[in-house]
């Protein structure tokens, strides 16, 4: 079958990959325009444009995928079948209707569990024992559509929502494979979503991922996981943001300390939680380099009564 592929972040070059390794055929590629990126914030092409590129095939970048000049493009390359995978825009009704056999999307959540941009992130910060991801019909629903497939992934007790994103786009990659060739063989089955079940996963904002050092030491450790690598948790000390890359729950800590109160030992730095301690393993001061928890205590020597806020 012709393909157009939608797709932005690193997340979607596996599905990339794995299509051009198929026996369908990739003629383009829909993703996001070039954008500032890193600390330079430098204009750049998604990961997706550049590895689209690097294969020789064309690159849609449209503003919106509602602009005519798109969807007169589109409807030249007639494509069966768009497979998407985290585009990061709303497909309108007029690009819906131009392949054969629609739109299909691979969504990372068991659905109808976690409609939306952060579904992995929202696992982990929920505490979910699996997730996984499905092939389904993209309809103008946010994530409503039938479900052709699915898989499940379990969710490690130290999983980042990164490590856990990048299992699953591998694994989920085959899945929409999987997908396309029953589509292809018109064996394809299309079973509709419970409506019961459903929770939303909006996009996590800065001041979201912001550590929260009154709650749980396990609400805070699945905060900072779901946080990593993107938005990435933080905090503040003596009023400079902390970016908070691991935390590691502990059960020998010693005395019980406030939460946000800090405690260097000679081997790690303690943190008070709401109801217990966590060992701070990762952190990366503004403007610096990402570094372990007690190399940055050496560094700034908190005193007996300093801590996060």
């Not at 996001?32 to 020789?56: F, H, I, K, L, Q």
């Not at 999987?178 to 589509?183: E, F």
């Not at 205590?297 to 996060?308: D, M, T």
Request: aromatic share 4%; glycine share 10%.
């Amino acid at each position: 079958m012709r393909l157009v592929l939608a797709g932005t972040p690193d997340v979607a070059v596996a599905s990339l990959d794995a299509l051009l390794d198929s026996r369908h055929e990739v003629v383009a590629v829909l993703t996001r325009p070039d954008a500032a990126a890193g600390r330079g914030r430098r204009t750049a092409a998604s990961p997706v444009a550049e590895r689209a590129r690097a294969a020789g095939l064309p690159v849609l970048q449209p503003r919106r995928p509602s602009e005519p000049g798109f969807l007169a493009a589109l409807a030249d390359l007639a494509p069966d079948v768009c497979p998407v995978v985290a585009y990061g825009a709303l497909v309108p009704r007029a690009a819906l209707d131009v392949p054969r056999l629609g739109w299909v999307n691979l969504h990372f959540s068991l659905l109808p569990a976690w409609r939306g941009a952060a579904p992995v992130q929202r696992a982990v910060m929920a505490g979910d024992d699996v997730t996984g991801a499905c092939v389904f019909q993209l309809e103008e629903g946010l994530d409503t559509g039938p479900v052709y497939g699915r898989l499940s992934e379990p969710v490690g007790p130290r999983d980042t929502s990164g490590e856990l994103l990048a299992r699953l786009a591998v694994s989920g990659a085959q899945l929409l494979v999987r997908t396309l060739d029953a589509l292809e063989a018109g064996t394809a089955v299309a079973v509709p979503q419970p409506a019961e079940g459903v929770t939303l996963a909006p996009k996590i904002t800065v001041d979201e991922a912001r550590v929260d050092l009154t709650a749980s030491a396990v609400e805070v450790d699945r905060r900072v996981r779901g946080c990593t690598p993107d938005p990435g948790a933080w905090t503040t000390f003596r009023d400079q943001r902390l970016k908070v890359t691991g935390v590691l729950p502990v059960a020998d800590g010693g005395d019980p300390l406030a939460p946000g109160r800090l405690r260097v030992e000679r081997r790690r730095v303690l943190v008070g939680t709401g109801d217990g301690l966590l060992e701070l393993t990762g952190v990366q001061p503004a403007g610096k380099r990402a570094m372990a928890g007690i190399d940055w205590a050496r560094g700034v020597r908190p005193e007996e009564q300093e801590e996060l806020r």
